[in-house]
């Protein structure tokens, strides 16, 4: 089997036999190098960096596309959420397959530049139809990266190092977020003294030249993907019987596109999985919302202008989300010391202190103060990111992790993608003011959080329960 040898002296002749004391073979995992593991998390850093400046550019565009289009807030809730998960929903599982039985470099690498093509095609969009149709497949677009690349970083890092791999991660995002405000903060305000644009005979707002600069970048992205080394693969072995088909039939190699295998291996151990997704799924909500509304919020209850805006909170942003990241895997390796569930333990107690910062930050007298809450909100919520993901690797089946993680990551990005939505209903809808918009935020986050929290912390018992069944099993 590929990525796998036998360890010195143990004498195997095939599945099931033993060494020579009659102890059942060891069998030890070849890791790829690490000059591989590192430029291979480096380019999946990069393309993680590009996806995340897109979501924060668009959220500081959110006011002006408001304006320019002539929305109601719902009207941009819907936008900025909802509309970007509508085809991930059909598409994401089997896209996610494709990372169980293809070479997760070309699928990186092809939703990629679906994602960068869809980017130019908003940059080039002529009305609000259009914008939220490239919205929408942008979402599809993107809907492979983190499974596959989840999936070929649990296959280039070993058990010890994989927290760390995942922390690391964690830049991508801290990058698109940070350079993502104080970039696209200066360059929203620089292009509001252009006139608009036309481009290839199409009238264009001049903030659209920030979609289409995108949509470069992203093309450059997925030429790099292509130059990472596919890592082989570990499936648990299964000695082969009578009953069992060497090769599924297609209407199983179907089912398995469908997801179905994955969602009937976490029902199953449904004690273990629900209150992880559960809390994921509420507190998605509340955290994509608050970042898509962060913006306008600003702009209405201060009087900030974009550009204002990123230069105070683009240094919070960072220094918050680098400290998270760190925090995130000390916190988690100092808990491990004297608890099995110190994943999922660390989760919720970051989800507590997550839920103080948001009801408080849009209640702060001053801008400054309220983007510093937000700033340490970011921080817990960062650092809790970190146990999250490695929770859902420890305990997913190797041969349908690629699945098991669409299936939480869906739980994130589709109930996310309701935040927008579901703080522009509340701020339209019950505020009904739209200086107002920070009572809608707080309403979100003092209803929401609080049963994230506690979903997480029922899901302590279960997830220490499975860690040592799988440890038993040698696993």
């Keep these: 089997m590929a990525g796998v040898v036998i360890a010195p002296g143990a004498e195997v002749d095939g599945p099931g036999q033993t060494n020579a004391n009659g102890a059942p073979a060891t069998v030890e995992r070849q890791w790829p190098s690490t000059g591989a593991a590192y430029w291979a998390l480096f380019v999946i850093i990069l393309a993680t960096f590009l996806n995340f400046f897109d979501?924060?550019?668009?959220g500081m565009l959110a006011q002006r596309i408001k304006v320019d289009f002539g929305l109601t807030d719902e009207q941009l809730g819907f936008l900025g959420g909802p509309a970007t998960v509508i085809f991930f929903v059909f598409a994401g599982i089997p896209l996610a397959r494709l990372a169980d039985i293809y070479p997760r470099k070309f699928v990186l690498a092809g939703g990629m530049s679906a994602t960068a093509l869809v980017m130019a095609f908003g940059g080039m969009a002529q009305g609000f139809a259009q914008f939220?149709?490239?919205?929408m497949f942008l979402g599809a677009g993107g809907s492979a990266h983190a499974p596959a690349a989840y999936s070929m970083i649990a296959d280039y890092f070993p058990p010890k190092k994989i927290t760390r791999a995942f922390s690391l991660l964690q830049l991508g995002f801290i990058g698109g977020t940070t350079i993502g405000v104080l970039a696209g903060g200066q360059l929203i305000v620089a292009l509001a003294g252009w006139p608009d644009q036309t481009v290839l005979g199409f009238r264009l707002f001049n903030w659209q030249l920030i979609l289409l600069g995108q949509a470069?970048?992203?093309?450059?992205a997925a030429a790099l993907l292509l130059t990472v080394k596919e890592p082989p693969r570990l499936i648990n072995p299964v000695p082969a019987t009578a009953e069992t088909p060497l090769r599924p039939g297609f209407g199983q190699r179907v089912i398995a596109f469908t997801g179905l295998d994955a969602a009937?291996?976490?029902?199953?151990?449904?004690?273990?999985?629900?209150?992880?997704?559960?809390?994921l799924a509420l507190s998605a909500i509340e955290t994509f919302g608050l970042a898509f509304w962060r913006v306008p919020f600003m702009i209405r209850t201060y009087g900030w202008d974009e550009a204002q805006i990123?230069?105070?909170m683009a240094p919070m942003l960072l220094v918050s989300q680098l400290a998270g990241v760190f925090f995130g895997g000390f916190f988690v390796e100092w808990l491990a010391k004297s608890y099995a569930d110190a994943n999922v333990r660390a989760a919720t107690i970051l989800f507590a202190l997550v839920t103080v910062c948001a009801i408080t930050a849009p209640m702060m007298p001053t801008g400054e103060a309220s983007l510093a809450i937000m700033a340490l909100g970011g921080m817990f919520g960062l650092a809790g990111a970190v146990p999250q993901n490695a929770a859902v690797q420890r305990i997913a089946p190797n041969e349908m992790r690629g699945q098991v993680t669409a299936i939480y990551l869906f739980m994130f990005t589709f109930f996310g993608a309701m935040g927008s939505f579901v703080v522009g209903s509340v701020a339209q809808r019950v505020v009904g003011v739209e200086a107002d918009l920070w009572k809608a935020l707080v309403i979100t986050a003092a209803v929401l959080l609080p049963?994230?929290?506690?979903a997480m912390f029922l899901g302590?018992?279960?997830y220490r329960e499975e860690v040592a069944r799988l440890?038993?099993?040698?696993l």
């Design 264 to 279: 009937k291996a976490i029902h199953a151990r449904g004690r273990v999985y629900y209150p992880l997704f559960i809390g």
């Design 55 to 58: 979501a924060t550019v668009f």
């Design 451 to 454: 049963i994230a929290t506690v």
């Design 471 to 474: 440890e038993a099993a040698g």
């Design 132 to 135: 939220v149709g490239s919205r």
């Design 310 to 312: 990123g230069m105070v």
């Design 460 to 462: 302590i018992r279960p």
């Design 216 to 220: 470069v970048l992203g093309l450059m």
